[in-house]
């Protein structure tokens, strides 16, 4: 268990950086950013870095009550080398596909040998969802790298009794606070009561408390921070949220209760189909740690069950577990167990299906869009789909790489079980890297792309720009949204109505349901009043509203792509 980092094995070192330099970090900058989370995030460290001001996080240069800003603060170092771009946005999460493996050999190596440590980390990499967040630009991988930390230092602390565990575990669990609030803590605590409890293990409370004095230490300066220069709204406004999370489906995040244990059976293949049995029985592998894992994988999928908002990346944190529990299986069947023909042909039959289905829609896409077109009623999607994306032709075979992945379980995967993995790794790294560069640029062009040209070809305009009728990040991000200045006259009618309408001198004085009556006293001053700028209304063209269609100052100057925007021009 014991931790020397002092010990370099340079072979995974260089194969992960080969792997993510070849295969992750040359794709992830040709397409834009997606609404909402990951042009949420990196418009909030845009906004730090152009306001210089590094301790609140904003959106709109106003403050953002959603998230604390440890992932902001990597995400502006970023910025600052690379500069704007996704690939900068992108880059913080890229460069975990070499840190995680390389973090997971280390530990599978001390807890059982280098041929396990190998196992673990090919194996999580080989993952569908894992590989695909490695390429994205949002929270969740740090913050779960952050509480994985944390339980594996508090099991280490269980196995040796030494205090520096304890410190490196609640050091861990205060910087996933940092990430992205108490949950993190939360998902700490209890998997590691539940293993006390269960294999009746008791902590001194001298370590108890310092296991809190630490996490208070890590994570308290900046909320205090806060507190001090802003008063208490931000802690009531981030609470809440919190807490809206769990009990009401924010933002129309509704799903079914079995939702999170589809999207990790699914999202998570090939591993969760090797760690499917041992996710509910021991597997006999005498590495106590398993045990841990198990607690863990069971404590998010019940947790992010239980809460009412479901998205696919809650349950992010589970791939970690699950993809130990299926390692434990792939070794035994390293060293001799046979590969059962149920998990055999399930893997391989599942696999191939997904490939067909993929290659089967994007054929359609490509070569039948009339067909497609003419099968849809509703009029919004068809005209998203008449935007022209001058398709190569070939790219419909892309998905034929899963299928050649999914045939290694039929053939070589017994015989040659660790250069099966590494192959699997490859086939999925280059799949993913092919639709990155050939599709995902397609279909990002249909679903955001005539809006997003818009917003580049306006960014060095003055102006005011708002979206109506739905909820969008990206015109700050690609419009270069700047701050207010005190003789904008945008910024003295904001001011003059939180006096006149409510009473207040700040918009955090306002709660949720007055800032929505402020942004509709907003939006009809930008209609109707005296401005000092060209003014823009964006909305989507699946949706009339009224307000916008009844203005006689308004004129339409693109309707394209599913959206249709509005402006009013200066007198």
């Known amino acids: 268990i014991r931790m020397n980092f002092l010990k370099i094995n340079l072979k995974p070192i260089l194969f992960f950086s080969c792997y993510a330099c070849i295969l992750i970090f040359s794709t992830i900058g040709d397409f834009n950013l997606f609404d909402w989370d990951e042009i949420n995030f990196a418009e909030s460290s845009r906004e730090m870095l152009l306001s210089n001001n590094f301790s609140q996080v904003m959106i709109n240069f106003e403050p953002f009550h959603e998230k604390p800003p440890l992932f902001f603060w990597i995400q502006t170092i970023s910025f600052k080398i690379f500069g704007i771009t996704s690939f900068a946005a992108r880059f913080p999460n890229a460069l975990l596909s070499i ?140 609470l809440q949220y919190q807490i809206e999370l769990f009990s009401h489906p924010v933002a129309g995040h509704k799903q079914p209760i079995y939702y999170h244990f589809l999207v990790v059976l699914f999202g998570c293949i090939p591993f969760s189909f090797f760690a499917f049995r041992n996710s509910f029985i021991d597997s006999g592998s005498g ?26 990346h809650y349950s992010s944190m589970a791939y970690l577990p699950l993809s130990f529990l299926a390692s434990i299986e792939i070794y035994k069947l390293y060293i001799g167990k046979s590969f059962h023909w149920v998990l055999k042909y399930s893997l391989s039959f599942t696999g191939i299906l997904i490939g067909l289905i993929l290659m089967v829609a994007f054929y359609v896409l490509i070569h039948q869009k009339e067909f497609l077109i003419n099968s849809i009623n509703d009029l919004y999607i068809q005209k998203l789909l008449n935007i022209e994306l001058n398709w190569i032709g070939w790219e419909w075979i892309i998905p034929s790489l899963f299928i050649l992945g999914s045939i290694i379980w039929l053939t070589i995967f017994e015989s040659k079980i660790l250069l099966s993995l590494v192959s699997y790794s490859l ?118 509203i009224e307000q916008l269609e009844k203005a006689k100052n308004l004129k339409v100057v693109q309707d394209y792509g599913g959206y249709k925007i509005y402006k009013r021009e200066l007198k």
């Open 99 to 238: 840190i995680i493996p390389i973090i997971l050999f280390k530990i599978g190596t001390r807890l059982k040998n280098t041929t396990f440590g190998w196992i673990w980390s090919i194996t999580f990499l080989a993952g569908f969802l894992p590989n695909l967040y490695f390429r994205s630009g949002i929270i969740d991988p740090y913050f779960n790298l952050f509480i994985f930390l944390s339980i594996y230092f508090f099991f280490s602390y269980i196995q040796i009794k030494h205090s520096r565990y304890i410190f490196l575990s609640s050091f861990f669990a205060g910087l996933a606070i940092l990430c992205k609030g108490p949950v993190g803590l939360l998902i700490v605590l209890l998997s590691c009561f539940i293993y006390l409890l269960l294999y009746k293990i008791k902590v001194p409370f001298k370590h108890v408390l310092f296991f809190f004095v630490t996490v208070i230490l890590v994570s308290s300066p900046w909320y205090f921070f806060e507190l001090l220069n802003k008063g208490p709204w931000f802690l009531v406004e981030f």
């Open 287 to 312: 590495i106590a740690f398993e045990r841990m894992m198990r607690i863990v994988l069971w404590v998010i999928l019940i947790l992010f069950t239980i809460v009412s908002t479901k998205i696919v």
């Open 427 to 544: 086939i999925i790294g280059l799949f993913f890297s092919l639709i990155s560069k050939f599709t995902i640029p397609k279909i990002e062009n249909i679903t955001q792309g005539s809006v997003i040209s818009f917003y580049k070809k306006i960014s060095k305009e003055k102006k005011y720009l708002t979206t109506v009728g739905y909820k969008s990040y990206a015109h700050y991000f690609y419009s270069e949204f700047e701050p207010l200045k005190s003789t904008d006259f945008l910024y003295i009618k904001k001011n003059e109505i939180l006096r006149n309408r409510f009473n207040k001198s700040s918009l955090n004085d306002l709660n949720r349901k007055e800032k929505t009556t402020f942004n509709s006293y907003v939006l009809s001053w930008l209609i109707n009043g005296e401005l000092d700028k060209a003014a823009y209304f964006v909305v989507k063209n699946n949706k009339a």
